[in-house]
Every structure is written in C-alpha cells, then in structure tokens.
C-alpha cells in the first residue's frame, strides 16, 4: 500500500511503501532528509510536529517519533523542547586549544554570544575535583554552574570548580563582569592556558538536556578540563557539555 501525502512545500510528497523490504520509519527519514535538502521547510527550518507528519504518513507517532531521532542523531535537524524540530544550519567550530576561550571561539565564527551564570555554590572539593585542582580532598571550592548561547540557542552547559581561598567570593565578582576570564582578572589571574583535555560523547542527563533543550536521545559532548594561571598553578577544573548537532570540537594542533 502506498501513501502519497502533500509535501511541506503544498508539492506532492515522496511515498512511502509499506511491504517494500525499507522499515516505514527509515522511509520517512529519507523523504524528510530529502526535503531538508532541497530546502522545503521555509526561512526557519521548522518541520511539521509529530502529529502532523504522523497524519500525513499514515502512521502513529512512535514510527514518526524515530525517523526524527535518527535524524537528529545524523545531525540534520535538532529537537529544541518546547519549541519544536528544525532543520540543522549546520555545526559550528569550536576551537580546544591552549587559549581556550568561548567568546573567542564565536567570533571567529562571526556569532554572538550571551554567557549567563546559572547557580553557584561554595562547596567541599570531592577526590576528583581535589586532585585536578592539586588541592585537599574536602578543600573548599566554588562551583560555579553556566550555560552559552547563541541567537537565544544552547551551545554549552558547564560546571567548573575554583580554589575558594584564591578566589574570595567569586560568584559576587562574576555578577559584576562579564565572563569568567574578566572575574580571573578581578583575582590578578591575566591569563591562563589550557593544561589537559579529556573529551568523549554520551547520552545526556535529563539535567544536561533541560539545559541544552534537546531531546535525551541526541547525544552531547563533553570536555573535562583543567587550566592553569601563567606560573602553571591550577585555578579551573570543568566539565563542559556540547550540543552534538550544535558544535564541532576543532582539536588545535601542537596542544
């Protein structure tokens, strides 16, 4: 049996044909990547919801629910919770270098970028934290919690850890300034440069992807990391989550 539905574009839509030996599912991601390419969906990008594409392909929700995961896994479209699916404009560089620095990184890329602090709190480092930072294990840091956008769109969710004795009431001093780096200035620190870097690919928490707003079935980066000031002293160890559709890491050479 085959369906032949109207397109986004009010065209006729590619069929989908059910006993043809290709999953319905897979079916639909094609016609839709196909669409997405000859770009059928508008100045926005955004394709029709769940229900809609269910109507038009005669199929439940379910079947339309994991063509859209596999492409937003492919990176051709991201699911943006509360707002809808839209198709990818395409990732964006970002540099891991020895100056590692998110505004930097934007620029180049000829975006802006909106930092905002989303909670801090003065707490005991664990081991981990502890030995990153060539502190005490129970040494008291600040944990500071932050997300980067772009054109009101998540790029990075991050949690970083400071020396709390180096940096007396850091959280007041980043809500006068802008960015991390000009608070460090506040503390003498005028630079600093990036010592190691760790970085892998999970699926995210469902913290991490209320903070990203995507879907926890996309996949997101994430970098750990240590910086030092310019006498080699630990002053930031992080933990930065990347939207995978979103951003690109671009490895330096010679780091």
């Known amino acids: 049996m085959t369906s032949n539905e109207t397109g986004a574009t009010g065209t006729p839509g590619l069929a989908v044909e059910r006993g043809a030996g290709v999953a319905v599912w897979r079916q639909i991601e094609q016609i839709l990547s196909a669409e997405i390419t000859a770009k059928s969906f508008g100045e926005d ?12 392909f005669d199929v439940n929700r379910h079947t ?25 404009p395409g990732a964006i560089d970002y540099q891991i270098g020895r100056r590692t620095r998110f505004t930097e990184n934007l620029r180049r890329n000829n975006q802006a970028s909106v930092g905002v602090v989303l909670s801090s709190a003065k707490v005991k480092a664990d081991p981990v934290t502890a030995k ?8 008291f840091v600040y944990e500071i919690e932050t997300r980067h956008d772009s054109d009101d ?11 709390a004795m180096r940096f007396t009431d850091l959280p007041g001093v980043l809500a006068g300034v ?42 997101v ?6 910086d030092v000031d310019e006498a ?7 933990i930065t989550h990347f939207a ?12």
């Open 64 to 88: 339309v629910r994991r063509a859209m995961l596999r492409l937003a896994a492919t990176g051709l479209v991201s699911v943006e919770q509360g707002r809808g699916t839209f198709v990818q």
């Open 221 to 226: 980066m994430w970098v750990e990391s240590v």
């Open 178 to 219: 802008q960015g991390v780096s000009a608070a460090l200035v506040e503390f003498g620190v005028v630079d600093y440069t990036r010592k190691w870097s760790r970085i892998g690919c999970i699926l995210p928490s469902s913290d991490v992807a209320r903070r990203l707003q995507i879907n926890r079935a996309q996949p």
């Open 45 to 56: 990008g955004r394709l029709p919801s769940e229900a809609e594409l269910a109507r038009r």
């Open 232 to 238: 080699g002293v630990p002053i930031k160890y992080g």
């Open 153 to 163: 769109v998540p790029l990075t969710y991050a949690r970083s850890w400071f020396p």
């Open 132 to 139: 990153a930072l060539s502190i005490r294990a129970g040494t």
């Open 244 to 255: 995978a559709d979103r951003v690109q890491l671009l490895v330096e050479d010679g780091i």
